[in-house]
């Protein structure tokens, strides 16, 4: 079941498109949780999972790796990829590791 989810806006040429991210219920997996995950991109749909000892780490971590995807991608490279205003970040918690990565409000996202 999906919990939570976060449209960002991809320009292109003459339109923008809609790119869901959709977060889904984590569940009991054998011994530990895991969350899965989707990033709707323009040419493929991403389906991916994070795993915790229990449910909210199971979930932080996926709010995590989201973000990671989203901060990897060529989408974001590209500078036309945004949620709200154009540079002000997308609102997701990132790692320590990649906090160079970020932009605008995400600057000052302590996570």
């Given at each position: 079941?999906?919990?939570?989810e976060?449209?960002?806006?991809?320009r292109?040429?003459?339109?923008?498109?809609?790119?869901?991210v959709?977060?889904?219920?984590?569940?009991?997996?054998?011994?530990?949780w895991?969350?899965?995950?989707?990033?709707?991109?323009?040419?493929?749909?991403?389906y991916?999972?994070?795993?915790?000892?229990?449910?909210?780490?199971?979930?932080?971590?996926?709010?995590?790796?989201?973000?990671?995807?989203?901060?990897?991608?060529?989408?974001?490279?590209?500078?036309?990829?945004?949620?709200?205003?154009?540079?002000?970040?997308?609102?997701?918690?990132?790692?320590?590791?990649?906090?160079?990565?970020?932009?605008?409000?995400?600057?000052?996202?302590?996570?």
């Amino acid at each position: 079941m999906i919990i939570a989810e976060r449209v960002l806006s991809y320009r292109t040429d003459g339109s923008e498109l809609q790119i869901e991210v959709l977060i889904s219920t984590p569940e009991r997996d054998g011994s530990s949780w895991v969350c899965r995950y989707e990033i709707g991109w323009p040419h493929e749909r991403r389906y991916n999972f994070s795993a915790g000892i229990d449910a909210v780490q199971a979930l932080h971590l996926t709010l995590q790796k989201i973000c990671i995807d989203i901060y990897m991608s060529k989408y974001h490279a590209s500078g036309r990829l945004s949620w709200g205003e154009t540079g002000a970040g997308y609102g997701f918690p990132v790692p320590r590791t990649g906090r160079d990565l970020l932009i605008g409000d995400d600057l000052n996202f302590e996570g």
